[in-house]
């Protein structure tokens, strides 16, 4: 059972943001389906991904998905019911207007697309009204970026490290942001659901 104050702060968010790095694609496979057709809230994810090839995510996970899955474009709109894949070898950013915009600067934690980067700016635009999660993974990143979220007002949520398949990337982020929710991913999933669904 959510304690009040933490189903407040789900129930006020204006956008999701997700990091995963390895065993990503198993643990997204348990959370994404989730995200229903209706989503209220646009959901954001970043996965570390080779720089030289392209990915392949969102038509993954576009068969198995309610939400609409997609890349976005530079500059494109952030919209509800969508869940949105960082492209590879780019670091993406939420701007003031809450559109998306691509960086070419250099790797951050050895990785572009970076979880910081996308955590840090989405952290300066929504403030409170933001959630983020941290998954499975074998590097730190991340960790800066939910501790910006948390210093900045909003939800962190992350995965039972103890239950990851890389268990580096979810302790790093409780050490470093002290996260008010650590939980396995069927407990993930269903925040998923109150997060993202319209309100009746």
């Known amino acids: 059972m959510l304690a009040p104050d933490l189903r407040g702060l789900l129930l006020a968010c204006e956008a999701l943001v997700v990091g995963a790095s390895a065993g990503a694609i198993d643990a997204l496979n348990q959370i994404l389906p989730a995200v229903p057709e209706a989503a209220r809230i646009p959901v954001v994810v970043v996965v570390h991904l080779p720089a030289n090839r392209p990915s392949l995510l969102a038509d993954v996970f576009a068969g198995r998905c309610q939400a609409r899955v997609r890349e976005p474009v530079d500059k494109e709109p952030m919209t509800a019911g969508s869940i949105w894949f960082a492209p590879p070898n780019y670091h993406l950013l939420i701007e003031a207007d809450r559109s998306f915009a691509f960086s070419t600067d250099l790797p951050v934690n050895f990785s572009r697309p970076s979880i910081d980067v996308l955590f840090e700016s989405a952290a300066d635009v929504f403030g409170q009204k933001l959630c983020c999660i941290v998954l499975t993974g074998a590097n730190d990143d991340g960790a800066q970026g939910a501790s910006s979220v948390r ?18 990337m979810p302790s790093a982020a409780i050490s470093c942001a002290k996260p008010q929710i650590i939980a396995t991913l069927p407990e993930i999933a269903e925040l998923i659901r109150l997060v993202t669904r319209a309100a009746p």
């Open 151 to 168: 210093r900045q007002g909003g939800l962190v949520i992350v995965q039972d490290p103890k239950l990851a398949e890389a268990k580096q």
